[in-house]
């Protein structure tokens, strides 16, 4: 039998970035979904609210590490990083935080109104930008069954 694929050898565990990285690029597929008028199934809206949980938490933790790490003077000197990029990466992490509770909204049928939409689609653009993650949905026909 042919095996595809990376042997054992090659892979590596999955780290909690790995997971948060997926689970972040997955709530912006769904809310990109919804955007485009996709319907919610329960199923669906249970998914946006626990991955909306996960990467709320996930980026909270994240920024809290970082920011002891850096009240403690525990700065590297290969991690030595400078402001800019650092407040680059806390902004970065506001957005994330964002968009949690925008997906949860939504999620639970709260997100209502032009303005409010409009919010959703400028973050997710920001931080798409910043993933360098490009994502149309028109690609994947699948989200428009519940």
Do not use: W
Request: aromatic share 8%; glycine share 4%; hydrophobic share 40%.
């Amino acid at each position: 039998m042919v095996k595809l694929g990376p042997e054992p050898v090659e892979m590596r565990a999955m780290s909690e970035d790995d997971i948060f990285s997926s689970r972040l690029k997955l709530l912006v597929i769904m809310a990109k979904a919804y955007l485009k008028d996709c319907p919610l199934g329960n199923y669906r809206k249970k998914a946006i609210i626990e991955n909306a949980n996960h990467v709320f938490y996930h980026s909270l933790h994240m920024v809290s590490e970082s920011s002891t790490l850096k009240n403690n003077g525990l700065d590297f000197q290969a991690d030595i990083v400078s402001k800019g990029k650092t407040s680059e990466e806390h902004l970065f992490h506001q957005r994330v935080q964002l968009l949690a509770v925008m997906a949860k909204a939504l999620a639970e049928d709260r997100l209502k109104g032009h303005f409010r939409k409009r919010a959703l689609t400028d973050n997710l653009n920001k931080i798409c930008e910043t993933l360098m993650f490009k994502f149309q949905i028109r690609e994947v026909d699948f989200l428009k069954v519940a």
